[in-house]
């Protein structure tokens, strides 16, 4: 994952350099909060160390100063404009509903400020957190995402292969009624279209950064930019979108 990190900052660089004012919008541990004070960003973390993340809470301790704690659909703790950008990696598929949290992050990004969004959408064909593929395309709930959910465990496709099956199986379509919401990145890209505008995909460029970190791989990172396309719907099948929003003036 860290990995990631170092993306994210390279994009907050590109798009918003330091010295800047940053939120990490759902930062976890706050690796990425670390990244950017090093990189000279002023920067804070929010997250509600609620559920499934409360594994990070420990860590996001050591940061207790630029880490701040909030309740689920809570005002975020910072004033109208406070901020010149706002990244937010892995947490918008878990949000069900991405039009009132974009009012929030508008609130808080003074105008022409920046949004990085990396997430996994509903186009990605194996779900990241179940390590199980095509299960999220099914209704939450239903007799037929319950079946690839088994369907997936049987072939040893799953986060826990060594658990029950039955009790995988109720744990991860709990988790798809009630922790992950997935949209396509279009509509995602819709729901905060009135306080956003998109200004790019970096999905490409997400790959290219990982080609360049594996060795027997870094020379397809230089291949021509004529292979963007191409690498961009591999990023959104196998990884996430990389969206680039700018707040609206208005």
Not at 5 to 25: C, K, N
Not at 136 to 148: E, T, V
Request: charged share 20%; hydrophobic share 45%; net charge positive.
């Amino acid at each position: 994952m860290s990995l990631t990190y170092d993306f994210v900052i390279s994009l907050a660089q590109r798009y918003m350099p330091a010295p800047a004012r940053l939120l990490d919008f759902g930062c976890g541990g706050g690796e990425i909060v670390a990244k950017a004070v090093a990189a000279g960003y002023d920067a804070f973390g929010v997250d509600t160390y609620q559920d499934h993340w409360q594994q990070y809470a420990p860590a996001a301790r050591l940061q207790a100063d630029r880490i701040h704690r909030i309740a689920p659909d809570a005002a975020l703790p910072f004033g109208k404009g406070e901020f010149d950008i706002v990244v937010s990696n892995q947490v918008f598929e878990h949000i069900r509903d991405l039009a009132p949290v974009a009012e929030q992050l508008a609130r808080l990004l003074r105008p022409g400020g920046m949004l990085i969004a990396v997430f996994p959408s509903r186009e990605v064909l194996i779900e990241p957190h179940l390590k199980a593929p095509f299960v999220h395309w099914f209704p939450p709930g239903s007799a037929s995402q319950r079946a690839a959910l088994q369907a997936s465990h049987l072939l040893r496709l799953s986060s826990r292969p060594a658990q029950q099956r039955h009790d995988w199986v109720s744990e991860a379509q709990r988790d798809l009624r009630d922790h992950i919401f997935y949209s396509k990145a279009g509509a995602a890209i819709e729901a905060v279209s009135r306080l956003f505008t998109l200004s790019a995909r970096e999905e490409a460029n997400f790959l290219r950064h990982r080609l360049a970190a594996n060795a027997l791989l870094a020379s397809a990172a230089t291949l021509p930019r004529a292979m963007d396309p191409l690498f961009a719907e591999v990023t959104l099948r196998l990884a996430n979108a990389v969206l680039i929003f700018k707040r609206r003036d208005n």
